[in-house]
């Protein structure tokens, strides 16, 4: 008889910051080159910070977060807050309103 894997042991892997600024534009279906136009930076910034080649202040965190429809909690810590939503959120009315433009 073979024994079965065990499932319930093994690692996390870590979610970093950089991983969690991609991850939240691209739920919210942006290029790096809109969410940059949304928060008022280069597009470059965008970039720096998503391959952990700059640390955006906590502004820009901000911005990125109300841009992006994703709590600023869970870009910070990688933890779901209570009262988020898992999958869905909208981005701000700000947010709608300047991509049109």
Known sequence: MTSKPDYT????????????????R?????QQAQLADLVGVARNTISRAES???????????????ATGVPLGWILTGERLAGA????????????????A
């Open 26 to 30: 691209e739920h919210a279906g942006l």
């Open 85 to 100: 939503q898992a999958g869905g959120g909208a981005r701000y009315a700000g947010a709608d309103r300047r991509a049109r």
């Open 52 to 66: 952990g080649a700059a640390s955006p202040g906590r502004p820009l965190l901000l911005s990125w977060a109300m």
């Open 9 to 24: 042991r093994g690692t996390i892997p870590q979610i970093t910051l950089p991983v969690r600024l991609r991850l939240a």
